[in-house]
């Protein structure tokens, strides 16, 4: 089910047999000359809009910009500051807990967001803590390409120029659920050079077209049909054990 194409009495009737939900979250940020911006929210609302069926699973709104200071200084990028982010977790894990939800799942699709998201988990089962609620809830933050078996894939259909930015695994993906967006450029180098992410002018300055040590001319829908329907199978299986998981020790 997508919570936005969900009524509320659907939604209750959802929570009579599950408390998970799953939340789509990542960047909307440059992915060099040929990746579209929004490549890292795209990337896990596609793999959970194509698993969503097969699953039973309630897919959340994509939470869909993030942390992506080092990318500002390439046009169309928005970022949020790491508290701003924090803070709107918080209240999106609120908003969901006040309904009954217990297990709320973050299906991320940016490296860049993943200390933020810890900090976010943080200050969330702090104010639990501090109020001594006796039952909380269960958060739990997964990368689309830790799923299971995915970096696998990834690196098979890659094995030279996958890098980690504008990546051709994440590019493909966006190519398979969006071909009428496919874009093309002549790359130069063929593979982007690598080093340290700091500020936007220090990263715009080291890494001319945006990307990070990728080719990302090797994409193509075909392959990233592979990955969307590898990583909806992998995200089933790891929403249904997260869901079995009891909250506290001694349930
Ligand atoms: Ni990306």
Not at 66 to 95: E, K, N, Y
Not at 205 to 212: L, S
């Amino acid at each position: 089910m997508l919570l936005a194409l969900s009524t509320w009495p659907e939604i209750e009737g959802y929570l009579e047999r599950s408390k998970t939900v799953v939340v789509p979250i990542g960047s909307n940020e440059q992915h060099g000359p040929t990746g579209l911006l929004g490549t890292d929210w795209l990337c896990p609302e596609i793999i959970a809009h194509h698993a969503h069926g097969e699953g039973d699973l309630l897919i959340a709104p994509t939470f869909n910009v993030g942390m992506a200071q080092h990318h500002l200084g390439f046009p169309g990028s928005i970022s949020l500051r790491p508290s701003t982010m924090i803070a709107a977790m918080r209240d999106w894990t609120v908003s969901l807990a006040a309904h009954g939800f217990e297990k709320i799942y973050f299906l991320n699709g940016h490296g860049g967001n993943v200390a933020t998201i810890e900090a976010a988990f943080s200050e969330i089962y702090s104010e639990a803590s501090w109020r001594r609620e006796a039952r909380g809830y269960a958060l739990k933050l997964k990368n689309w390409w830790d799923l299971p078996g995915v970096m696998a894939l990834c690196n098979r259909l890659f094995p030279e120029g996958h890098g980690s930015h504008a990546t051709p695994s994440e590019i493909a993906i966006t190519q398979f659920a969006y071909p009428d967006a496919i874009k093309s450029a002549n790359y130069a180098p063929r593979i982007a050079p690598t080093g340290p992410i700091r500020e936007a002018a220090d990263f715009r300055a080291r890494y001319a077209d945006g990307r990070m040590g990728s080719d990302p001319g090797q994409a193509t829908p075909e392959k990233g049909g592979q990955i969307v329907r590898l990583a909806g199978e992998a995200l089933i299986g790891d929403v249904r054990a997260f869901a079995a998981e009891a909250i506290h020790g001694a349930d």
